[in-house]
């Protein structure tokens, strides 16, 4: 690549083949105030790394203070933390230094925010953490499923730029920076996706989760508005406001479109087993049988598995929760 112009900042990665990792890394420093329209460099000798201001994934030296990130060295072990036990890649160790401010940046939210923490860490569970974890070989298989059903992943479409092993001699500088580019987009999707999907529903959660005992004084009764894909935000809020169990809802009112549905909180956020199931009695009735055996009018069904049941009315599905709760 060319010269950087004097004054220029400039950045370095290994030349050659390229991966993941890498060209998101790239990207990543582009968003931040201090490396915006640096000078790329890609090189394995050590005088031209010398004189970048950054180095990441090449170098065999991870010092923040002097902007060296590679994780390649046989000592190197450090994770993203918050319960993540994937050793990070370059892209990793961009985010964990920077991230922070490319973050408040893109979202709009100050690192003050009482969101901001929340929104931070689910881009890395949600994006980058599996790049660390490809990078570092975590989950891999070699079976054909297994390759085939991967051909779409952003993994699999960055190495499309890499030329096949029978191809003439090529520009790799070129092919990388399209690498980047594409690496950025998703990123940029997963940022837009956190700050105009996954925060507005955590919200939704959350105001319903701190509304629970007006339904009921036991808390354990929770009451949407409208649908909301409810389960991992519970989980995850009921974690960082410390609720005790006793206090954990056991039941989630919802409209439908000609009723109410009451819905048993799982074990976890993708089980059909429930912490407390709606009553063995009700189970696999429907319509007047069962609004008899339970006592509350104008039920419409409920599971055979007692995971979920209607009310034609929301004051029907509140009786049937309280019910429930008591049986």
Not at 89 to 109: P, Q, T
Not at 111 to 129: G, K, M, V, W
Not at 181 to 210: C, M, Q, S
Not at 253 to 274: K, N, Q
Request: aromatic residues 10%; negative net charge.
């Amino acid at each position: 690549m060319s010269a950087a112009q004097p004054g220029t900042k400039i950045i370095a990665t290994h030349s050659g083949t390229f991966h993941l990792d890498e060209a998101l890394a790239t990207y990543m420093l582009w968003q931040t105030e201090e490396f915006k329209g640096a000078q790329l460099v890609r090189s394995r000798d050590a005088e031209v790394l010398a004189t970048a201001d950054v180095v990441y994934d090449v170098g065999s030296v991870y010092d923040p203070a002097s902007h060296r990130y590679d994780h390649h060295q046989r000592e190197f072990s450090d994770v993203f933390g918050h319960g993540f036990t994937t050793r990070l890649s370059s892209a990793g160790l961009i985010y964990r230094h920077f991230g922070r401010e490319i973050v408040a940046k893109k979202v709009g939210i100050p690192e003050s925010d009482p969101s901001f923490q929340a929104i931070y860490l689910r881009l890395y569970r949600s994006f980058i953490h599996m790049v660390d974890a490809i990078d570092n070989g975590v989950g891999a298989c070699p079976c054909s499923e297994r390759l085939f059903m991967d051909s779409t992943s952003l993994n699999s479409r960055i190495s499309r730029f890499l030329p096949r092993w029978d191809e003439e001699e090529t520009d790799m500088d070129e092919r990388f920076k399209k690498a980047v580019a594409l690496a950025g987009e998703e990123f940029e999707y997963a940022i837009e996706h956190v700050k105009g999907t996954w925060l507005p529903t955590r919200n939704i959660v959350r105001d319903a989760l701190r509304a629970r005992f007006d339904h009921h004084p036991s808390g354990q009764i929770m009451v949407f508005d409208s649908f909301a894909p409810w389960q991992q935000h519970l989980f995850d809020l009921e974690i960082e406001d410390e609720i005790p169990e006793a206090q954990r809802p056991l039941y989630i009112l919802m409209p439908s479109p000609d009723s109410f549905r009451i819905r048993a909180v799982g074990i976890s956020p993708t089980s059909f087993e429930s912490r407390k199931a709606l009553p063995a009695p009700w189970r696999g009735l429907r319509d007047g049988e069962l609004s008899t055996v339970a006592g509350v009018e104008d039920c419409t069904f409920v599971h055979a598995s007692g995971f979920i049941g209607g009310n034609a009315t929301f004051h029907g599905a509140l009786q049937m929760a309280i019910r429930a709760i008591e049986h």
